[in-house]
């Protein structure tokens, strides 16, 4: 049974930071690009970050470019998500994911394993 599992959100104010986690496990996903996405009521799905399968690229949204860190430990197989600055509008549910490929991706299509969020909400 294949499960992507976050952790590490909460209520926090603006300008500070958490860091979310995302364990996996029932397989490995070594050779796989992993991504961090999040949702707000009534909207899509959105990009937050990348990273390829080595960790040696990662890619950002304009909106988290500079503010958030995404980082890989395959020994351990965890996905990380270092969220500085946080804004109200950062508030959201974040979900962790798996592409189907090795490469970094902003593209949800690109991803088939998906976790079940953690809400991260910012006040103001």
């Known amino acids: 049974h294949v499960q992507l599992v976050e952790s590490g959100g909460g209520l926090v104010q603006a300008g500070d930071s958490l860091r979310l986690s995302c364990a996996a496990s029932?397989?490995?996903?070594?050779?796989?690009?992993m991504g961090w996405f999040r949702q707000t009521p009534g909207k899509a799905r959105e990009f937050v970050a990348t990273?390829?399968?080595?960790?040696?690229?990662?890619y950002y949204s304009d909106s988290v470019k500079g503010r958030f860190t995404i980082s890989r430990d395959n020994a351990k197989s965890m996905l990380y998500l270092q969220m500085n600055s946080l804004k109200p509008e950062d508030t959201a549910v974040y979900y962790c994911?798996?592409?189907?490929?090795?490469?970094?991706?902003?593209?949800?299509?690109?991803?088939?394993?998906w976790g079940q969020g953690t809400q991260v909400t910012v006040s103001s």
């Open positions: 994911a798996a592409a189907r490929g090795a490469r970094a991706t902003g593209s949800r299509g690109d991803y088939n394993y």
């Open positions: 029932g397989r490995t996903f070594l050779n796989n690009g």
């Open positions: 990273i390829t399968w080595n960790g040696a690229y990662t």
